[in-house]
Structures are given as C-alpha cells and as structure tokens.
C-alpha cells in the first residue's frame, strides 16, 4: 500500500529569522561603536581649523620688466630755424609738401637750384614763379587746374599747388602722396645743396 505523504507547504522559521536579525542588530552595535572609537581616536589627533576663502599675497610695488631698445630715431633733415623764424613762402612750401624731409629739399630746390624763393621770378625758357614751373611744358596740367601762367606768378599758393601736382606726377602714380623732384633742373644738377651748406 502506498502511502502518501503528506506534503506540508513550507513554511518561515520565525524563531531562525529572529535570532539572525538579532545577531545582525549586534554585529551593528558592535560595527558603529567601533567606527566611533575610530573617529574619536582620529579626533584627538586632528582637529578642525578655519581657513580664509581668499589667499592674500604680499608682493612688492614694482616688478622687473625687460627694456626693449627705442626703435631708431628717422632720420631728418635739421635746418636749424624754427617754423615761426621762416618766411611765408617757405612755411607755405611746409605746408603743401606736408613731409618734413621733403618739404626741406623742396625748399633748398626753389631756393638754391632756382628762383630764391622770388614770387615773380620768370627764366629765359618760360619757368615762372617760387617752383619755377615750366609753362610750356605744364601748360595743358595748368588749365586743366583752371589756372593762367599770370596765377603762377601773382599766387604763391597756386604756383605750390602745380608744383605739388608735378612732383606727386613724377613717380608715375598721382594722388598717392609720393613723388620725387627730377622735373626740376636745380635738384638734378645738384645746385640746391648749397642751401645745405
Ligand atoms: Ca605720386
């Protein structure tokens, strides 16, 4: 005969579980009261210092810095007279050649290599006024300007205003401020470098 046995559902062991959360709450205890040894040992050895959030650094006034050589000075033409010491003539020759260099030679040319720096100064080959402007030579440039060869002699302006429009011409690009003075005998034959004496 067979006998059949009677399966019970398993079930919990309270009293197993009880005692293992038991030994679980001691191991705790014991866990935590070891960790608070730890740290009241650490605690007698450290302790808390307050610090300030921004560092002050005290440093001199000055500092040391490398000096850099000046850039080398350009070089110019010293002619010894102040602006205010020149003659109208030759502050307005300043005033349209704008350059200190250029205005200098400008200056020693129409002086030295050609009229004196003489308003009404006319040559044998039609070269009138301050800059010696050759009419023949200009004369289309000169009307286009609106000017007669009588202007270039009564106006020192509009004599110097030609003469800045030959040299500006003379390097081959006008209105870009550069030019050169070989239209000009008295820069060519080198006679104005006696006023650089
Ligand atoms: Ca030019």
């Known amino acids: 005969?067979?006998?059949?046995?009677?399966?019970?559902p398993?079930?919990?062991?309270?009293?197993?579980?009880?005692?293992?959360v038991l030994v679980g709450i001691a191991l705790l205890i014991i866990g935590l009261s070891v960790a608070f040894k730890?740290?009241?040992d650490w605690g007698s050895t450290h302790k808390f210092v307050k610090q300030k959030v921004i560092e002050m650094k005290v440093r001199l006034p000055y500092r040391i810095e490398e000096v850099l050589p000046p850039e080398p000075v350009k070089e110019i033409v010293v002619v010894g007279t102040p602006y205010e010491n020149l003659?109208?003539?030759e502050q307005k020759i300043i005033q349209v050649f704008k350059d200190y260099k250029t205005s200098?030679?400008?200056?020693?040319?129409?002086?030295?290599?050609?009229?004196?720096?003489d308003q009404y100064a006319v040559s044998k080959t039609g070269d009138l006024g301050v800059a010696q402007i050759n009419y023949p030579?200009?004369?289309?440039?000169?009307?286009?300007?609106?000017?007669?060869?009588?202007?270039?002699?009564?106006?020192?302006?509009?004599?110097?205003?030609?003469?800045?429009?030959?040299w500006d011409?003379?390097?081959?690009?006008?209105?870009?401020?550069?030019?050169?003075?070989?239209?000009?005998?008295?820069?060519?034959?080198?006679?104005?470098?006696?006023?650089?004496?």
């Open 1 to 8: 005969m067979e006998i059949k046995k009677i399966l019970h």
């Open 10 to 20: 398993k079930r919990p062991d309270f009293n197993l579980i009880s005692a293992g």
């Open 38 to 40: 730890k740290i009241a």
């Open 87 to 89: 003659t109208s003539t």
């Open 104 to 117: 200098m030679i400008a200056i020693a040319i129409f002086d030295c290599g050609e009229s004196g720096l």
């Open 137 to 166: 030579i200009h004369k289309d440039m000169i009307k286009e300007m609106g000017y007669t060869s009588a202007d270039l002699l009564l106006s020192i302006d509009k004599n110097l205003e030609v003469a800045y429009r030959i």
């Open 169 to 197: 011409r003379a390097d081959g690009t006008e209105g870009d401020g550069q030019g050169n003075f070989d239209p000009w005998n008295g820069y060519k034959n080198g006679s104005y470098l006696r006023c650089f004496k």
